[in-house]
């Protein structure tokens, strides 16, 4: 058993770019790896910003015999793709968290042998929920189908799990952490200091509460 990482460089940072990059290179290569792969298989895509600004990760495990068929099906899809659309389909390479030309072998180092297969269903999980919303985002709240919109699938996917995670995580405290933390990656790509996401949190509280209270002022 075997793991490969794909990263392939997109040339345009819009919706219809990221979305073509799934539809074209992602569903059809899950669903070859899908037909090669023995029982014990996973898969996972990402968005990051390594090697290249836009770069979509692409990660499978299996058998080598499957891995070898996936990275073949991979560069003949490639050539295709490339010669239809060169400026979104820029370039790729095989490597490790975004370093070209290294080999990625999981991350049980970081999370622990048991930890390393909880993220590892995680991940795949989450990519097959994510891919198949995607594949089907027109239909959204427009279909017996689909009654809700998109959103509010997305919103059930993190709001039901924090949920159950209740007894040990509070999810109000959690969001605001993550507003806090995920702002200051996209702005000035480090994390603050505790010290920093504290003061930034009280005035937010402070701005929620305010708005609470005129509300209620207001309306009752």
Same mark, same amino acid.
């Given at each position: ?9 997109? +040339? ?5 770019? =990221? %979305? ?8 059809? $290569?899950?669903? #070859?790896? *899908? ?79 048991? +930890? ?5 269903? =995680? %991940? ?8 198949? $919303?995607?594949? #089907?985002? *027109? ?82």
């Amino acid at each position: 058993m075997k793991w490969i990482e794909i990263n392939v460089g997109i +040339g345009k940072y819009d919706r219809n770019a =990221m %979305l073509e990059a799934l539809l074209r290179l992602v569903d059809p $290569l899950v669903t #070859k790896f *899908k037909e090669v792969a023995k029982e014990d298989y996973s898969w996972h895509y990402l968005w990051e910003s390594n090697p290249w600004s836009l770069t979509l990760r692409l990660r499978f495990y299996g058998d080598e015999e499957a891995i070898d068929e996936i990275k073949h099906g991979f560069e003949k899809l490639w050539s295709s793709l490339r010669a239809s659309r060169p400026d979104l389909f820029v370039e790729y390479c095989y490597g490790r968290h975004g370093e070209c030309g290294e080999e990625y072998v999981g991350e049980e180092d970081e999370y622990g042998s048991e +930890g390393w297969e909880l993220v590892k269903k =995680m %991940l795949n999980f989450g990519s097959e929920i994510a891919l198949e $919303l995607i594949k #089907k985002h *027109k239909d959204m709240g427009r279909s017996k189908e689909f009654k809700v919109p998109l959103e509010v699938y997305v919103d059930r996917y993190v709001h039901l799990f924090l949920d159950q995670m209740a007894p040990l995580i509070n999810e109000l405290q959690l969001y605001l952490e993550w507003l806090i933390f995920r702002y200051f990656l996209y702005t000035v790509g480090k994390l603050p200091s505790e010290e920093v996401t504290n003061e930034i949190a009280e005035k937010i509280i402070q701005i929620l509460q305010q708005g609470v209270e005129s509300y209620i002022r207001d309306t009752l």
